[in-house]
């Protein structure tokens, strides 16, 4: 039963989607800053405009989970699907900055809702024993659409200009909410209830706070260790000389191993614990940023980019796990919207961060600061992981 659930319940309504809308995304997100200059932004400019979306999704992020509780989950998918669409159609016919960056913006809210969407019915839907591999196999999933979208966006953008791309997001986001309309079993699992079921996010926060700030700040340090990387290492490979297409070369090579590992990490977390993947995931990126400074050639950047590479791809789905197997069931949506909040602000700090201490020290010195703080963050989860994980021992009953 555990197997068909697997393939034939989850596929389509969970999975199906999401590759679908991340071929959007994929496509769109080389396109922005490209988008902004083909109207006249400067450098400085159409590089702010790339952090619209991401700050949009942030802000969004807690009222995402709102919605979603309210509406229910498949309503919730159709709604993001049909409201990114609507949003990338903008940005396409844009006339001016504003209208575009109004659009980027308006992409933001979308996307939240859409991931908390599609994990809340995950978390709803996947027993516990399958749950990691369910949330590694939706990560996974969601970097082969980030792969593919650009690949597809290529032809189309060398045709007819970068804002092309934005017409494969505008498909990709009907065609999303189309599976996810006729996904009938999302439907039969949506979250939406009476009102008497829901719970106000003060309330969520002040019942599950034990574990917000435990297991929670481990997940902001996952999410800063896994931004950081992306920001510090094109840095350090200027720094030492390395090409942009050299530098490309080594991304390409870590973003294959970490599609590789999401089936594999999911295993080990349903069978062996949370704790297994989740704190290598830190400890892996933590001593990659570390040591990155130490290298001076083409070759030893890329044995630790691949290296930071294979402790990302063994985290695919780990956020996302740690808060379905936190998430209450009455608060679930807003529970995770909070989680998600937990883990963007890591992911939009490392570029402070990394910032900040290269102003005042160097880029080398920047990375090892971060790194630090990410094995910090590996034994922080090392001594809270294991009295959550379902897979050792029930979680205690919420903070009165």
Do not use: K
Request: aromatic residues 6%; proline residues 6%; contains cysteine.
């Amino acid at each position: 039963m555990a197997e068909e659930f697997t393939l034939r319940r989850i596929a389509v309504p969970a999975f199906g989607p999401s590759i679908i809308w991340s071929v959007g995304a994929g496509a769109v997100l080389p396109v922005i800053a490209l988008s902004a200059r083909d109207l006249g932004a400067s450098v400085g400019l159409a590089a702010l405009f790339v952090g619209l979306g991401t700050l949009s999704e942030f802000v969004s992020a807690v009222p995402a989970g709102v919605v979603v509780e309210r509406i229910g989950e498949r309503r919730a998918l159709v709604l993001a699907g049909v409201a990114d669409a609507a949003a990338c159609l903008l940005a396409l016919l844009a006339p001016s900055l504003w209208v575009l960056g109004l659009a980027v913006v308006l992409t933001g809210p979308s996307g939240a809702v859409f991931l908390l969407a599609r994990q809340s019915y995950l978390t709803g839907a996947a027993p516990v024993h399958l749950r990691a591999r369910a949330m590694s196999t939706l990560g996974g999933v969601t970097r082969i659409g980030l792969l593919v979208g650009p690949l597809i966006g290529a032809p189309v953008v060398a045709q007819w200009g970068p804002r092309s791309a934005f017409s494969i997001a505008v498909v990709a986001g009907l065609l999303a909410a189309a599976v996810a309309w006729g996904a009938g079993d999302l439907g039969a699992r949506g979250s939406g209830g009476p009102a008497s079921e829901r719970m106000p996010v003060v309330e969520v926060v002040r019942r599950h706070r034990h574990v917000l700030l435990t297991v929670g700040l481990g997940v902001l340090a996952i999410g800063l260790a896994r931004s950081a990387r992306v920001v510090v290492v094109p840095l350090w490979a200027e720094h030492v000389g390395l090409t942009a297409a050299q530098t490309s070369l080594v991304f390409a090579a870590a973003a294959f191993v970490e599609v590789v590992l999401f089936w594999p990490a999911g295993t080990v977390m349903d069978r062996h614990g949370r704790v297994w993947v989740a704190v290598p995931v830190a400890a892996l990126v933590g001593l990659g940023l570390v040591v990155l400074p130490l290298t001076t050639t083409l070759a030893g950047v890329a044995v630790v980019a691949l290296l930071m590479g294979v402790g990302n791809g063994l985290g695919s789905g780990i956020v996302m796990t740690l808060g379905a197997d936190a998430a209450p069931a009455v608060g679930r949506a807003p529970f995770l919207g909070l989680w998600r909040l937990l883990s963007l602000v890591g992911h939009n700090g490392a570029s402070v961060v990394v910032g900040a201490v290269a102003a005042v020290a160097s880029i080398g010195t920047a990375s090892v600061v971060v790194g630090a703080l990410a094995l910090a963050g590996g034994a922080w989860l090392w001594r809270w992981l294991p009295e959550f994980d379902p897979r050792r021992r029930p979680a205690p009953p919420p903070t009165p």
